[in-house]
């Protein structure tokens, strides 16, 4: 099997103490792709869910980011860090103020970062600021104003409580900080908090249950072909990762007119010109995915075009 026949969705579960990018560039390596990015960044620290499209799933990525994300995660009263998390250096303790916190007014607090939030992105962050990650500024001792950001707290629950430590599990929108809402949290408590653990257990339709190990597919005592079967066995198909967006099937004499960017018109495709405005994932009768589109004025407006599935 040519390295280039590997194209969709592999979901690793990250391990802790790397990059999602080191990440990505061991699997690039390990499986001989050379077209491998992932759909959103996971701390150094933050285990779990990290879908990697692979060879034309690269196309899908921009669609996959959007999606909902769910975590549980761990956090200690009355420490703050640089960071807003445990790698990082403690700036203030205020463990009095944490060995006063109850857990029937932990669980209060959290009801109140339930729902339509705003959070100020951390410095140390991904985030570009004049050409220059945030992350970049930070470690030079350079701190700058963030415009606070819209997110969505889905669900907000305790599990657990040992002060000064809780667990908790949250499912959120994209963009959401979770180490921004510990530290949130932390002020509306009046005592600080970090965060110490982070596993992503879900990334829209991907789960921790669908995933593999790195190590697995990274095992050198395989042989190549071996390691790519491994990823086979775990990689979710273009079509299949956006089975969530509308689907048309595209007749057959449609099909090279669709891989050629032709711009069609609605009912050239069997819809109406009233319909919404989508987007579509278009399919050839062997179910494969020919293109991502919108209708704009009735007609087609190609978001990606696939080749993967050529005969």
């Known amino acids: 099997m040519a390295a280039d026949e590997l194209h969709g969705v592999v979901v690793v579960d990250k391990p ?7 990440v990505v560039a061991r699997v690039k390596r390990a499986l001989r792709v050379k077209r491998v990015g992932h759909t959103g960044t996971l701390d150094p620290m933050a285990t779990g869910v990290l879908p990697l499209c692979l060879g034309e799933g690269t196309k899908l990525a921009g669609f996959l980011l959007a999606d909902d ?3 549980e995660a761990t956090l200690e009263l009355g420490v703050e860090t640089d960071t807003l998390d445990a790698d990082g250096q403690v700036t203030r303790e205020r463990r009095e103020a944490a060995a ?4 029937d007014a932990l669980r209060e607090c959290l009801t109140g970062f339930v729902g339509a939030i705003e959070q100020v992105p951390p410095m ?6 004049q050409g220059k990650r945030l992350h970049e500024l930070a470690r030079k001792g350079v701190e ?8 969505v707290i889905h669900a907000l629950e305790l599990t657990g409580f040992d002060g000064p430590f809780a667990r908790l599990r949250v499912h ?3 963009g959401t900080y979770i180490r921004t809402l510990v530290a949130d949290v932390g002020a509306a408590l009046e005592c600080g908090a970090r965060l110490t653990q982070l596993r992503r257990t879900a990334s829209g339709r991907f789960r921790i249950g669908d995933s593999v190990a790195l190590e697995s597919l990274d095992d050198r005592d395989l042989s190549l072909e071996e390691r790519r079967a491994r990823a086979r066995a775990h990689l979710v198909t273009p079509e299949v990762a956006v089975d969530t967006l509308a689907t048309v099937q595209i007749e057959p004499d449609r099909v090279t007119q669709v891989r050629n960017g032709l711009q069609l018109g609605a009912e050239q495709i069997g819809l109406s010109e009233m319909a919404p405005k989508g987007p579509y994932r278009l399919l050839n009768e062997a179910g ?3 293109a991502i589109a919108e209708l704009s004025d009735g007609k087609l407006r190609y978001s990606r075009v696939f080749t993967y599935a050529l005969t």
């Open 288 to 290: 494969q995915l020919l």
């Open 69 to 71: 994300k769910a975590y």
């Open 172 to 174: 959120c929108s994209k």
């Open 16 to 22: 802790g103490g790397m990059t999602s990018a080191a």
């Open 124 to 129: 140390y962050s991904a985030i570009r600021h």
């Open 100 to 103: 006063a916190v109850v857990e």
């Open 144 to 151: 700058v104003e963030r415009p606070a950001r819209p997110v």
